[in-house]
């Protein structure tokens, strides 16, 4: 039995295998208590703190702003922002808190049903009574769970994409929200609602310390999917691969581009594209590119590998850095360890190993090829020790 089928408060007592055959991607979810006794894993001000960082991905939302409705601004913000906005309706939404907060990251062991490389990041909002970012929808899977206070959540059911939005301001807000029946519930501290993309939803705080912790989790369009593997593919195609028309009949009409020609550029293009080994090599970069690429900073000074097992053999544990991301995967060809964007040939225990969310330890060296792509991935800044980290980063 795998420790996916048992039942998880989480989920409402539903087996990570019953969530996604029946809601994941399908329907929403309410749980009452998915975390009892749910403390918030951070503070409004340590979130406003976070939102007046440079670097940190922050905005705020004011239903009435003083240049209009539903102003949107975008950090960094300072105090005096802060100390003029009204007591009532409007919020404050900043992303990737995981990237900052190390346990607002460890509420993501709690999801491990899920591939981590589906995560997009957890956004954190705070809101005084009123602050709502309007009914929109989305196009991402997420969990939301009320970290403190009171949020009302009202659904509005699955809608078309292009549903008509309310123009001229900086809201994707829908013209038209209909609350289906049922759907209309007021989340406490450790209720969660599941919602899948594409569903109409609309939550309005009614607290004077509403916290919602919106775990999201992406899927490619296969628009960026298709650009991005053409891409890929494109840098590794020799310029000899080309159309060809050998053996071909003579043009009936010389201006007709004709079935022939159609099906001959099909062929060339379905062929090429078609190809397992390529797929899941792109696939495994494009889905671990960092969402923030200048969160990833190679050491100005490179380690050696002598420089790294001693380090390691001090007693420092290496660390993931918090906005790298990391996946493996095993075929025919090998196993690939996908870091950041790039993958890297090695033993499956080793990238397991590695894509694993612990800290690394000195006997994870012993594992084949460990001591070189470790001291690769701590000079691409994959990986990191705590101790080299800036003061700037452990005020967080
Ligand atoms: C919020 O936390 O205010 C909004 C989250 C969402 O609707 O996606
Ligand atoms: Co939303």
């Known amino acids: 039995m795998s420790h996916h089928d048992k039942p998880l408060t989480l989920l409402g007592d539903l087996t990570a295998a019953d969530f996604l055959a029946n809601y994941w991607q399908q329907k929403p979810l309410l ?24 670097g940190v991905e922050a905005r705020l939302v004011e239903e009435a702003g003083p240049d209009g409705p539903w102003q949107v601004s975008h950090g960094p913000f300072d105090e005096a922002t802060f100390k003029r906005l009204p007591e009532e309706n409007w919020s404050l939404l900043v992303q990737a808190v995981d990237h900052y907060v190390p346990s607002v990251a460890a509420l993501l062991d709690e999801f491990d049903f899920l591939p981590r490389w589906r995560l997009d990041d957890v956004m954190i909002s705070y809101a005084p009574p009123g602050g709502n970012v309007g009914a929109h929808i989305d196009q991402y899977d997420v969990f939301l769970l009320q970290a403190s206070g009171l949020r009302r959540w009202q659904l509005g059911g699955k809608l078309a994409e292009d549903a008509p939005i309310i123009q001229g301001i900086d809201l994707r807000i829908l013209q038209e929200f209909t609350v289906e029946p049922d759907s209309d ?12 993309p594409g569903w109409a939803h609309h939550g309005v705080s009614q607290s004077d310390d509403c916290m919602t912790i ?4 992406r899927a490619p369009s296969a628009d960026e999917a298709i650009t991005s593997y053409a891409d890929y593919l494109g840098e590794q195609l020799p310029a000899s691969q080309r159309y060809s028309d050998a053996g071909m009949a003579p043009a009936q009409q010389v201006g007709e581009l004709d079935d022939a020609a159609v099906e001959r550029m099909r062929q060339l293009i379905v062929s090429t594209l078609d190809n397992p080994a390529q797929v899941a090599q792109w696939f495994g970069r494009v889905m671990t590119q960092p969402k923030y690429v200048d969160q990833v900073v190679p050491l100005e000074t490179p380690l050696n590998e002598a420089a790294l097992v001693a380090q390691l053999q001090d007693g420092e544990p290496l660390y993931h850095m918090p ?3 990391f996946a493996w995967r095993s075929d025919a060809s090998g196993t690939t360890l996908f870091v950041d964007g790039d993958g890297h040939a090695c033993s499956p225990e080793l990238a397991k190993r590695l894509a694993d969310t612990t800290p690394l330890y000195p006997e994870d060296l012993e594992l084949e090829g460990a001591a070189a792509l470790l001291t690769q991935l701590v000079n ?8 080299d980290e800036g003061d700037d980063d452990e005020e967080y």
């Open 31 to 54: 749980i009452r208590g998915a975390i009892p006794d749910f403390i918030s894993p951070i503070e409004a001000d340590e979130l406003a703190g976070l939102a007046c960082e440079p």
């Open 323 to 325: 906005g790298s991301r």
């Open 185 to 196: 519930w007021v989340l406490e501290p450790g209720d969660m609602l599941y919602l899948p």
């Open 380 to 387: 691409t800044g994959s990986l990191g020790f705590m101790s």
């Open 214 to 217: 919106s775990v999201g989790f």
